[in-house]
Nanobody
Framework: QVHLVQSTGGPVQAGESMKLSCRAT????????MAWFRQAEGKEREVVAT???????YYVDSVKGRFTVSRDYSKTTLYLEMDGLKPEDTGMYYC??????????????WGHGTQVTVSS
């Protein structure tokens, strides 16, 4: 069984940076597509960034130019480098993995979530 283990988050000041990680463990721990989602209080979960093993990347418009998604060489660890954080980036961040193309949105495995709180 595959698990996604996320790094811890925490509070940061606006303008600062934070890097999240998500490590896939267990049998069959390589996903074709991995993604970061976030959910702010009272709002629906939204996709932040996706990356597949071919290197195709997607970002939601609100994070373009500030966030960078990447995977390690083994393709089992996903990262999200967040620069220039804004209060509106506050939320619970989740990673997810899929065995099919990212745009199919068939997310089979989810991480436990990492709280990111950005204060102004």
């Amino acid at each position: 069984q595959v698990h996604l283990v996320q790094s811890t988050g925490g509070p940061v000041q606006a303008g600062e940076s934070m890097k999240l990680s998500c490590r896939a463990t267990g049998y069959g721990n390589k996903f074709y597509c991995m993604a970061w989602f976030r959910q702010a209080e009272g709002k629906e979960r939204e996709v932040v960034a996706t990356i597949d093993t071919d290197g195709k990347i997607y970002y939601v418009d609100s994070v373009k130019g500030r966030f960078t998604v990447s995977r390690d060489y083994s393709k089992t660890t996903l990262y999200l480098e967040m620069d220039g954080l804004k209060p509106e980036d506050t939320g619970m961040y989740y990673c997810a993995g899929s065995s099919v193309a990212c745009d199919v949105s068939d997310w089979r495995v989810w991480g436990h979530g990492t709280q990111v709180t950005v204060s102004s």
